[in-house]
C-alpha cells in the first residue's frame, strides 16, 4: 500500500494556510525546517497555553487530496496548504491508518503517526461552513475527523512533489486514530 505527495507546504509564522514549496525538508525529532511548529515540544498555540512542555506529536500534518475532492463537491475550493497541511497526499487512506504506522516519503524520510489533527473554528473562519464538513457526528454520535493527520519525524530528508509514499504497518492489532 502506498501514494504518492502531490505538494508540499510549510509557514514559519503562526499562519493558518502554508505557502506551497518546491520541496521541504523534514528534521529527525522536530519536524519541518523552518515552520513555526517544528520542535521537540508542542507549538501549536492552544497547546502551548496547556502545557507547553507537552512533547510534540503534530511536526508534520499530512492531508489526503481526496477530502478536496469531496469537499468541492460540496462548494468548496480548497488546494493543497490552505487548510495548514504540510504533505498532500493521493492514493493512500491516511484516516485508516493505525497508530505507530510508519510512512516512508521520499528518498530519505521517515514520518510515524501520531493521530488525527482535531480541526478547529479557524476552518470556518478561512471558508463558513466548512468546519462542519471536516469534523462532524455520525449517526451514532461518533466525531468524525477528516482534516487530516499528525505525526512525528523519525528519519529526516527531503520532500518533494511527486515523492512515493511506502505504508509500514506497525506490529500487532490495528489501533484506530484519535485525535493529538
Known amino acids: ?57 503534530r511536526q508534520v500534518h499530512l492531508m489526503q487530496r481526496e477530502l478536496f475532492d469531496e469537499l468541492a463537491g460540496h462548494g468548496f475550493d480548497v488546494a493543497p ?10 492514493g493512500l487512506d491516511l484516516l485508516g491508518l493505525s497508530v505507530g504506522t510508519l510512512l516512508r516519503i521520499g528518498p530519505e524520510a521517515v514520518v510515524e503517526v ?6 478547529c473554528l479557524q476552518i470556518d473562519m478561512f471558508r463558513a461552513g466548512l468546519l462542519s464538513r471536516v469534523a462532524y457526528r455520525d449517526d451514532e454520535g461518533q466525531v468524525i475527523r477528516k482534516a487530516g493527520i499528525m505525526g512525528v519525524v523519525v528519519a529526516g530528508g527531503p520532500v518533494r512533489p ?4 511506502t505504508v509500514e504497518r ?6 484506530p486514530l484519535e485525535r493529538v
Not at 511527486?162 to 509514499?165: E, L, M, S, V
Request: overall charge neutral; proline content about 6%; hydrophobic content about 30%.
Open 1 to 57: 500500500m502506498g501514494g504518492t505527495v502531490v505538494a508540499v507546504s510549510s509557514s514559519g509564522a503562526h499562519t493558518f494556510t502554508k505557502e506551497r514549496r518546491d520541496g521541504i525538508r523534514l528534521l529527525a525529532g522536530l519536524g519541518v525546517e523552518g515552520d513555526a511548529h517544528a520542535g521537540v515540544t508542542v507549538k501549536h498555540r492552544s497547546r502551548v497555553a496547556q502545557d507547553p512542555t507537552q512533547p510534540n506529536l
Open 81 to 90: 496548504g490552505q487548510l495548514g497541511e504540510n504533505i498532500t497526499t493521493a
Open 114 to 119: 501520531t493521530g488525527l489533527r482535531n480541526p
Open 162 to 165: 511527486d515523492d512515493a509514499i
Open 170 to 175: 506497525p506490529e500487532g492489532p490495528h489501533r
